[in-house]
């Protein structure tokens, strides 16, 4: 990375010159930074019989130091901008890491004889990971400290981590540029030293064999798509381990992992809504795995495995899911026999299979459930929780033989809870709430549900969360409304302790449950996706009418924040109504749609066909055309503006945003602020160290508070 960043600066400097005519960069004063204003190098082709001309295609080149400048002069200017804000900015930093318990620890999880855990320390940027034999008063085993491994790197993400079976080697893959291609390494736990076995460009599978001397991992393609799997015996080289599978259909991903009863290792396949599953024993390593049931178009399945069976949970007639099983050995579906049918209202998430009992995650009315089922007996019953808005999940648990099971609960007003439950007793016990230092009192916030109005009668469902004592519904508040909808993400309500410096400061809180995402089940996510999108933008739309109808804030007073393809969201609703908003945030955003999609070589472009559309279809073409929020800015007045990027980022390229901000620039008809801000050593998920993202967070609440004229 030093390397990397060194080579970039003598880029800057030997082409100094020729970068101030590339990018136009004026010599503004302090008080008044001129922003860079990108050239125009116009590339033209003819789509569909459409004469497309894009006048920023060379950002693209990374290479070009023209680029590279650039990008640095946004990031300067940003800086220039926002620099009477460094002391606030400190300030917020300072304020939001108040209320972190900086040394702490997670629950620790159980696993046969030994206790796994992570913890923090002041002042360090990563996790240290650790371990007890026997009992939590054994003496602490650190296995892996990441902040050790991250001392010589601006960026260090741990992707996978694996304990073999015995315990004794500790598989884990490493990613230094956020550009999310890993090295995986072994560790010998014993010694402490590294096995000579090192396996480079891996995806993010990795699983154990149960002779602990076998792993299976994937590979991925050009595109950065998982598309084969090998297998790798301890003391071999990479380039003998022989590969087990290769998916060559490019809508299609892979992914590896083992059932609950740690007996079978699967190989999952999926596009955007079809599935596979192949098997093989995890004590018969070198088998030939064997298909579950051969793909069926627009038929998905994921699957675990009990006694003599494996447990299915498929759309296959069912839009919301519903649970089959089917005899080990079967490739049919039509051996498959319903456990639990589908039920229009209530959407099946997922399962946690333990030797006793079953538990199914569900979805009814914009809730979670948790459903558990009795395997000697055939009872069934639901868990119960206090809130009537909440978010709850299945947490670790990788024991088979347990009447235990573990949870995570949380709202807008609990932080994040871990429970133990008992299975038979049905008592649950608090292991660990998350301590919000500083005197957090929840009380003092109340959280609630409303539901705007859509353009065809739909009723979108909006959460929010505000301090009781600094909340008036009279249009006065400021409101941060959050964005995502696609994919069928559900995006449930959670906990923010870097949230109060909002809420404390007279915020209100909202999120935006559009279609596209999954908070009613599978039919909310149908309903914005390929040619119905639309709908997602305006749901957004109406929710932002709903919320000043209402006066919970008004135009001149609302924040819209949406990242990825929550960025694209709130794109493509700028352009369409840019005076419901006062400030737009953009985090690394999904906008130059129609460009992407044509590009099958770009990262996960043929797999989102099945989500956007494919433009080489026409219909699809242009309707991907009418809303992707780079093709369709237009000369008019938009708000004030921060777009955020990665360098390095693999999901959404750096250029969509870079190019968008420059065709903003030159396009808009106001003098509102537009900031791009890129790091130029990260990816998607931003800084990999947490008080870094700290630092990001805190000027992106200036920025914010800064143009409200808050200033303390």
């Given at each position: 990375m030093k390397a990397f960043q060194t080579s970039i600066k003598l880029i800057l400097f030997t082409t100094f010159l020729s970068a101030l005519v590339a990018v136009g960069l004026a010599c503004g004063s302090k008080e008044q930074p001129t922003p860079p204003v990108a050239k125009i190098s116009p590339k033209v082709d003819t789509f569909h019989s459409e004469i497309r001309t894009d006048d920023y295609f060379?950002?693209?080149?990374?290479?070009?130091?023209?680029?590279?400048?650039?990008?640095?002069?946004?990031?300067?200017?940003?800086e220039e901008v926002m620099a009477h804000t460094n002391e606030f900015q400190k300030e917020l930093y300072d304020e939001i890491l108040s209320r972190i318990k900086e040394t702490d620890e997670d629950v620790p999880t159980k696993i046969d004889d030994y206790y796994y855990y992570t913890r923090t320390e002041e002042g360090k940027q990563y996790r240290i990971y650790c371990r007890k034999k026997g009992s939590l008063d054994a003496e602490e085993e650190i296995y892996l400290d990441q902040n050790v491994l991250a001392e010589n790197y601006d960026y260090f993400d741990i992707a996978t981590m694996k304990v073999s079976p015995d315990h004794n080697l500790l598989a884990f893959s490493m990613d230094t540029l956020g550009r999310e291609r890993f090295t995986l390494v072994i560790k010998d736990l014993n010694s402490g030293e590294y096995l000579k076995d090192t396996?480079?460009?891996?995806?993010?599978?990795?699983?154990?064999?149960?002779?602990?001397?076998?792993?299976?991992?994937?590979?991925?393609?050009?595109?950065?798509?998982?598309?084969?799997?090998?297998?790798?015996?301890?003391?071999?080289?990479?380039?003998?381990d022989p590969m087990v599978f290769h998916e060559e259909d490019d809508a299609f991903w892979m992914g590896m992992g083992k059932s609950s009863s740690e007996k079978?290792?699967?190989?999952?396949?999926?596009?955007?809504?079809?599935?596979?599953?192949?098997?093989?024993?995890?004590?018969?390593?070198?088998?030939?795995?064997?298909?579950?049931?051969?793909?069926?178009?627009?038929?998905?399945?994921?699957?675990?495995?009990?006694?003599?069976?494996?447990?299915?949970?498929?759309?296959?007639?069912?839009?919301?899911?519903?649970?089959?099983?089917?005899?080990?050995?079967?490739?049919s579906m039509d051996d498959?026999?319903?456990?639990?049918?589908?039920?229009?209202?209530?959407?099946?998430?997922?399962?946690?299979?333990?030797?006793?009992?079953?538990?199914?995650?569900?979805?009814?009315?914009?809730?979670?459930?948790?459903?558990?089922?009795?395997?000697?007996?055939?009872s069934d019953y639901y868990i119960d929780f206090p809130e009537p808005i909440y978010t709850v999940s299945g947490g670790a648990n990788p024991e088979y033989e347990t009447d235990k099971l573990r949870f995570i609960y949380y709202s807008m007003v609990t932080p994040r809870s871990v429970y133990d439950y008992d299975l038979e007793t049905r008592e649950r016990e608090l292991k660990k709430q998350q301590e919000v230092l500083g005197g957090y009192d929840p009380s003092q916030y109340e959280t609630?549900?409303?539901?705007?109005?859509?353009?065809?009668?739909?009723?979108?469902?909006?959460?929010?969360?505000?301090?009781?004592?600094?909340?008036?519904?009279?249009?006065?508040?400021?409101?941060?409304?959050?964005?995502?909808?696609?994919?069928?993400?559900?995006?449930?309500?959670?906990?923010?302790?870097?949230?109060?410096?909002?809420l404390d400061r007279g915020f209100v809180w909202a999120l935006a449950h559009v279609r596209g995402g999954g908070l009613l089940g599978r039919q909310w996510y149908e309903e914005g996706k390929l040619l119905k999108k639309r709908n997602t933008f305006l749901d957004l739309i109406a929710c932002g009418e709903h919320l000043v109808k209402e006066n919970y804030t008004s135009k001149e007073k609302?924040?819209?924040?949406?990242?990825?393809?929550?960025?694209?969201?709130?794109?493509?609703?700028?352009?369409?109504?840019?005076?419901?908003?006062?400030?737009?945030?953009?985090?690394?955003?999904?906008?130059?749609?129609?460009?992407?999609?044509?590009?099958?070589?770009?990262?996960?472009?043929?797999?989102?066909?099945?989500?956007?559309?494919?433009?080489?279809?026409?219909?699809?073409?242009?309707y991907m055309r009418s809303y992707s929020p780079y093709d369709n800015v237009k000369a008019q007045d938009y708000p004030t503006i921060l777009i955020t990027a990665g360098l390095n980022d693999p999901r959404v390229q750096y250029w969509e945003p870079a190019k968008w901000t420059a065709k903003l620039r030159a396009t808009k008809t106001d003098d509102n602020p537009l900031l791009f801000k890129i790091k130029m050593g990260?990816?998607?998920?931003?800084?990999?160290?947490?008080?870094?993202?700290?630092?990001?967070i805190a000027f992106e609440y200036a920025f914010i508070f800064d143009h409200f004229g808050i200033n303390k």
């Open positions: 060379w950002l693209r080149d990374r290479e070009d130091p023209d680029v590279i400048a650039y990008l640095e002069a946004e990031n300067q200017y940003a396996i480079t460009d891996i995806g993010y599978s990795v699983v154990w064999a149960n002779d602990n001397k076998t792993l299976f991992y994937t590979m991925r393609d050009e595109a950065n798509r998982p598309h084969k799997a090998f297998r790798h015996k301890l003391g071999s080289k990479q380039a003998d079978y290792i699967f190989i999952g396949i999926g596009s955007k809504n079809t599935s596979e599953y192949h098997y093989i024993k995890a004590d018969q390593p070198d088998a030939k795995f064997k298909i579950i049931t051969p793909r069926v178009r627009e038929v998905e399945y994921d699957v675990d495995h009990h006694d003599d069976r494996f447990l299915i949970m498929t759309n296959k007639d069912a839009q919301n899911f519903k649970l089959v099983e089917a005899p080990i050995g079967t490739s498959w026999e319903e456990v639990i049918p589908h039920r229009a209202e209530v959407k099946l998430d997922g399962m946690d299979l333990f030797e006793d009992y079953m538990v199914i995650y569900e979805r009814e009315k914009g809730l979670n459930n948790i459903h558990v089922y009795n395997f000697s007996d055939g609630k549900r409303v539901y705007a109005t859509s353009h065809d009668g739909t009723e979108i469902p909006i959460s929010m969360v505000y301090k009781k004592d600094q909340f008036k519904q009279d249009g006065t508040n400021l409101l941060y409304l959050y964005v995502y909808g696609a994919y069928g993400s559900s995006m449930d309500p959670w906990f923010s302790s870097v949230r109060l410096s909002l609302m924040v819209v924040a949406g990242g990825s393809a929550g960025g694209m969201t709130v794109g493509a609703t700028m352009n369409m109504r840019p005076d419901l908003f006062e400030i737009v945030i953009a985090q690394v955003p999904f906008v130059d749609v129609i460009n992407t999609m044509m590009d099958p070589t770009i990262p996960l472009t043929v797999v989102e066909y099945d989500e956007w559309g494919n433009p080489n279809d026409e219909e699809y073409y242009n990260e990816g998607h998920m931003g800084a990999s160290g947490r008080y870094d993202a700290i630092k990001d």
